[in-house]
């Protein structure tokens, strides 16, 4: 299985920061990564396919980079609706594993 | 819009089979691969696995041979049945679709149900 290690693993920040969140792959995956945001009590919502590509719909203060092992999730000034947690996921391979996640949290 | 609902029993007592079933409104599921993934309390998603509409499966090999995923296309829902249950299993379980990308060939999940929190206690 591919393993996916995310950090920090909680994010103090405050409105308007610019904030990087950092997911790293067992073995190389190419582009094959995933974003999604959670708020309590929702399901995730994909932010962002292919490492950098917005799912439509997702504000442009999102921003994705990486290839192969080494992953970044960007959010370039923070808003009060961003406060949630984030988690990285592989396409590359079955199974399809999640990060165990990054809260972002108000400072 | 394509709308998932998951439904079923709260709470399991261990040793015995968990069954939840998904909803699909808004599209069919004769299209795309239909997947069920679960969050314990605290932690990231884990996908159990999924299913094609051709009734073909994939699943997680942590499950080894505790989960069937299923499918009735007439009645436009998929299932998952988990046996053996221990304490390990309480989660929230969600039902998703993995959609490949018509851009790029890679998948993701698009749409989620709400999920379903399934406790597994005596």
């Known amino acids: 299985d591919i393993q996916m290690t995310q950090s920090p693993s909680s994010l103090p920040a405050s409105v308007g920061d610019r904030v990087t969140i950092t997911c790293r792959a067992s073995?190389?995956?190419?582009?094959?990564l995933n974003w999604y945001q959670q708020k309590p009590g929702k399901a995730p919502k994909l932010l962002i396919y292919?490492?950098?590509t917005l799912q439509s719909g997702v504000p442009s203060r999102f921003s994705g980079s990486g290839s192969g092992t080494d992953f970044t999730l960007t959010i370039s000034s923070l808003q009060p609706e961003d406060f949630a947690t984030y988690y990285c996921?592989?396409?590359?391979?079955?199974?399809?594993?999640f990060g165990q996640g990054t809260k972002l949290e108000i400072k | 819009q394509v709308q998932l609902q998951e439904s079923g029993p709260g709470l399991v007592k261990p040793s015995e089979s968990l069954a939840l079933t998904c909803s699909v409104s808004?599209?069919?599921?004769?299209?795309?691969?239909w997947s069920w993934i679960r969050q314990p309390p605290g932690k990231g998603p884990e996908c159990i696995g999924y299913?094609?509409?051709?009734?073909?499966?994939n699943y997680n090999p942590s499950f080894k041979s505790r989960a069937t995923i299923s499918l009735d296309t007439s009645k436009n829902q998929f299932f998952l049945k988990l046996n053996s249950v221990t304490a390990a299993d309480t989660a929230v379980y969600y039902c998703?679709?993995?959609?490949?990308?018509?851009?790029?060939?890679?998948?993701?999940?698009?749409?989620w149900g709400q999920g379903t929190l399934v406790t597994v206690s005596s």
């Open positions: 998703a679709r993995l959609v490949d990308s018509p851009m790029v060939p890679q998948d993701y999940f698009d749409y």
């Open positions: 808004g599209g069919s599921i004769s299209s795309y691969y």
């Open positions: 299913i094609y509409h051709s009734g073909s499966t």
């Open positions: 073995r190389t995956i190419s582009n094959y």
């Open positions: 292919a490492a950098s």
């Open positions: 996921q592989q396409s590359y391979d079955t199974p399809r594993n």
